[in-house]
DNA sequence: CGATTTTGACCGGCGC
DNA sequence: GCGCCGGTCAAAATCG
């Protein structure tokens, strides 16, 4: 599952001029003057125009307010299909592993019973339980995360906080971009290895596949940061979604990057965890709106619109 | 000089 | 049995 399905939140404003400029919300104008803009003329409007002007705010609030619920219905809907797709994802994951070595796999059976990994945040379900012997469950400790990572990062390293020794890289058949593998460097007392690789349909979202559970516990991100050579340290990933294939397809926000300096902690709040949706989706759409091209074209036009009105 | 990464060779499972 | 392919090994290269 790529993150192709994230939500849209652009507006999809109309940049004509004329038409931006009749339909310029009062609070949006006002802010738009409040960002350093000086407003012309504003005094010489009459009174009728002004009531005029303010039903029409009134009716555009209530249509955006009307657009806004139905961004957030379309985000739930959006949000189940993800995680759907993602729990069929995780039921395919789960059988190519059982082809790995008898040798390996028995290695993890005895120990892979540690710890929980701090990704891996969730066990198997009963329903699987049922289905499936145990051997297998014991195999199906896979989680899959996805990290969105700067375009002109090319590195193939997910930081979640553990430790890795990379010890391979194939360029597989269904992908162009490498992958990379990696153990644990506590390896071989802790069996866990991952494999990251780009996303064939976006290749800024690095997919990181994580078998076992580690047996000790976590680096502290500073001493990650400032342990062995430094090369394995990523600067480049943003938090994106985890979630752990064989079960329930839990979302995590890995927020493993606050050292960026325009990562704050509005983007790396738990985006799937409530179903109570406005206030992450606000953000997010602030953030849309304030990096959309669209938006900022339709700014320039409703302020041009404003000044040909007035002259 | 030790730790880590790179990369070609090798291994083993699977489909035909 | 053979070839393909993903995964792993291990020698060489690189880095601090």
């Given at each position: 599952?790529?993150c ?140 899959r995360v996805y990290v969105r ?50 996303s ?5 979202v690095l997919v ?32 994106c979604t985890a ?69």
């Amino acid at each position: 599952m790529d993150c192709s399905s994230w939500i849209n939140t652009s507006l999809d404003l109309n940049i004509n001029p004329r038409r931006v400029h009749e339909e310029v919300p009062k609070e949006v104008e006002s802010e738009l003057f409040s960002l350093g803009m000086t407003k012309f003329n504003v005094e010489e409007e009459s009174t009728s125009d002004l009531e005029e002007e303010l039903k029409r705010v009134t009716a555009e609030n209530k249509k955006l307010a009307e657009m806004l619920s139905v961004v957030c219905e379309n985000y739930n809907t959006l949000r189940n299909h993800l995680m759907e797709c993602m729990r069929k994802n995780g039921e395919k994951e789960v059988s190519p592993t059982s082809k790995k070595r008898k040798s390996e796999s028995s290695n993890n059976n005895s120990n892979l019973m540690g710890t929980n990994n701090g990704n891996s945040e969730s066990s198997s379900t009963d329903e699987e339980s049922c289905k499936k012997p145990r051997e297998e469950i014991i195999k199906a400790k896979i989680s899959r995360v996805y990290v969105r990572t700067e375009a002109s990062d090319t590195s193939l390293i997910v930081k979640d906080g553990y430790q890795w020794r990379k010890y391979g890289q194939k360029v597989t058949r269904d992908n162009p971009c490498p992958r990379a593998y990696f153990k644990c460097s506590f390896a071989p007392s802790c069996p866990v290895k991952k494999k990251v690789q780009r996303s064939v349909d976006d290749q800024s979202v690095l997919v990181a596949t994580y078998e076992g559970e580690h047996n000790h516990p976590q680096f502290s991100s500073q001493m990650e940061a400032t342990s062995g050579s430094g090369r394995s340290v990523t600067l480049g990933s943003v938090p994106c979604t985890a979630s752990l294939s064989t079960s329930t397809p839990t979302l995590v926000t890995l927020d493993l990057t606050k050292s960026q300096g325009s990562n704050d902690s509005k983007s790396t709040k738990p985006k799937g965890d409530s179903p109570k949706v406005p206030q992450v989706l606000v953000e997010q759409m602030a953030t849309s709106l304030t990096t959309d091209p669209n938006f900022r074209a339709a700014l320039v036009a409703a302020i041009s619109g404003r000044l040909l009105h007035n002259n």
